[in-house]
């Protein structure tokens, strides 16, 4: 596998790919070089085969404490126009396999907005979600007045961009934000035992789902409703859908294709 500075790529359990942010001097602070190394990461995890579901993480102090306020510190608005400050983050968003962001301590600015583009979340105890770029002078910039909103609703969403607030783990559970929450001793190997149980799922129509439920939050209801039933069709020209009928019937367990 490639060998990078800033994240690490691992093998947890058969069908999962583990990436782990690899910057604890900075709490994993998100800078340019991250990012370009996690988007090859996670686009080379969506081609291998052997992968049906990623996993991210952090360390146990910290999922990412936001974009790297060092390096953006000598940066302008007409230099981040020009180039491709955080565009580059729907390279993110289009990796077609479920991402399961695995976060414990903190989750904040950037950092908070990654585990928001996760498709579910695992958190740990300590697990600390915030927007505080406000304390900077600057707003979010990858999600945060957005996905936080859909998330948790807009009266919450304005006093966490609004006012620093944290929110706890056991809050982001009541509000919906994430999962499940664990200790810090078992909150990634639950998050790895989610993923398996995923990658032992038919990957075609799990690649149809994911694409279907994130389309949810873009579209109306009756667009979304066409869109899915597209993804329903398209999954009945699957060998799994096959396979899937044919074992229900035959009372048996289905060996999955993965097409
Ligand atoms: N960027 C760059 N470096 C960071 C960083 C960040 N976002 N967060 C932490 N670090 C660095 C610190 O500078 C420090 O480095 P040095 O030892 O070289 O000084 C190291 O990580 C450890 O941090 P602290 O000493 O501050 O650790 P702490 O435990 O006292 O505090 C913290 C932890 C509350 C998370 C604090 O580090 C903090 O407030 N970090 C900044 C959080 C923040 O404002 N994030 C938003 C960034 S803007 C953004 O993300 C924009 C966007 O939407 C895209």
Known sequence: MTAYETILVESPAPGVGLVRFNRPSALNALNSQLAAELFDALEGLDADEAVRCIVLTGSDKAFAAGADIKEMQGTDAVTMVAGKDFTEWS???RIRKPIIGAVSGWALGGGCEVAMMCDLLVASETAKFGQPEIGIGIIPGAGGTQRLTRAVGKALAMEICLTDRKLTAAEALHYGLVNHVYPVESYLQEAIALAGKIAAMPGVAVKL???????????SLHDGLAY???????SFATADKSEGMAAFVEKRKPEWKHR
């Open 209 to 219: 789902i994911k694409d279907a439920v994130n389309k949810a939050e873009e579209l």
């Open 91 to 93: 390279r993110f968003t």
């Open 228 to 234: 899915e039933k597209r993804n329903f069709y398209l």
